[in-house]
C-alpha cells in the first residue's frame, strides 16, 4: 500500500511563487507520479508528471513554462515548483502515483492518490 502525503499549498499573490510537495510511503521503487489539480465546479486535470528516472516530465499547456516537476527518490518525494502564479491556477493540487515507471497524463492511469493541498492565488 501507498500513501501520499502533499505539503506547501497556501495563499499567494499573482506573479509569486510557490512549491508544494509529496511524500510517499510504502513501496514506490520503479513508480510515476503526477500531479493533478481541481478547481470549483471543474474537472481534475493533469498539470506534470515525471517519470521514476526523474524524465520525460510531460506538462499541461497551462503551466508549460511556469511549472517544473522533479523527484528525490531518495526521500521518496517530488515537487511541483509553481512560478508566475495567476489566479487561474487556484485549485486543490493533488499528488498521484502510478506502478509503472512510465508517465500518463490520465488520471485513470494512477493508482494512488493524496488528500490534496489548497493553493490560492489573489488578483
Known amino acids: 500500500q501507498v500513501q501520499l502525503v502533499e505539503s506547501g499549498g497556501g495563499l499567494v499573490q499573482a506573479g509569486d511563487s510557490l512549491r508544494v510537495s509529496c511524500t510517499a510511503s510504502g513501496r514506490t521503487f520503479n513508480y510515476a507520479m503526477g500531479w493533478f489539480r481541481q478547481a470549483p465546479g471543474k474537472e481534475r486535470e493533469f498539470v506534470a508528471a515525471i517519470n521514476w528516472y526523474g524524465g520525460t516530465t510531460p506538462y499541461a499547456d497551462a503551466v508549460k513554462g511556469r511549472f517544473t516537476i522533479s523527484r528525490d527518490n531518495a526521500k521518496n518525494t517530488v515537487y511541483l515548483q509553481m512560478n508566475s502564479l495567476i489566479p487561474e491556477d487556484t485549485a486543490v493540487y493533488y499528488c498521484?502515483?502510478?506502478?509503472?515507471?512510465?508517465?500518463?497524463?490520465?488520471?485513470?492511469?494512477?493508482?494512488?492518490w493524496g488528500q490534496g493541498t489548497q493553493v490560492t492565488v489573489s488578483s
Open positions: 498521484a502515483a502510478r506502478s509503472s515507471v512510465a508517465t500518463s497524463t490520465s488520471s485513470i492511469n494512477y493508482n494512488y
